[in-house]
């Protein structure tokens, strides 16, 4: 996406960000309490809208550039 120049690479990045801090919330919480199916749900979730929300924003976008 760099490479290609994807105008929302930011975004995209912060996204994966806040994926990332909000699992190490749950893994702390995780060692007080059994928060498994919080942890199922989020991920659940955060792919479901990640991957068929932030992931499709992309491909028109890279459909137009050219292989290198």
Same mark, same amino acid.
């Given at each position: 996406?760099?490479? @290609?120049?994807?105008?929302?690479?930011?975004?995209?990045?912060?996204?994966?960000?806040?994926? =990332?801090?909000?699992?190490?919330?749950?893994?702390?919480?995780?060692?007080?309490?059994? *928060?498994?199916? @919080?942890?199922?749900?989020?991920?659940?979730?955060?792919?479901?809208? @990640?991957?068929?929300? =932030?992931?499709?924003?992309?491909?028109?976008?890279?459909?137009?550039?050219?292989? *290198?």
């Amino acid at each position: 996406m760099r490479l @290609h120049g994807y105008p929302d690479l930011e975004q995209h990045i912060a996204e994966h960000r806040a994926f =990332s801090a909000r699992l190490a919330q749950l893994e702390e919480q995780a060692i007080r309490q059994d *928060v498994s199916l @919080h942890i199922i749900e989020f991920i659940k979730q955060w792919l479901m809208n @990640h991957i068929g929300g =932030s992931d499709q924003s992309y491909v028109p976008c890279l459909r137009t550039m050219p292989i *290198v």
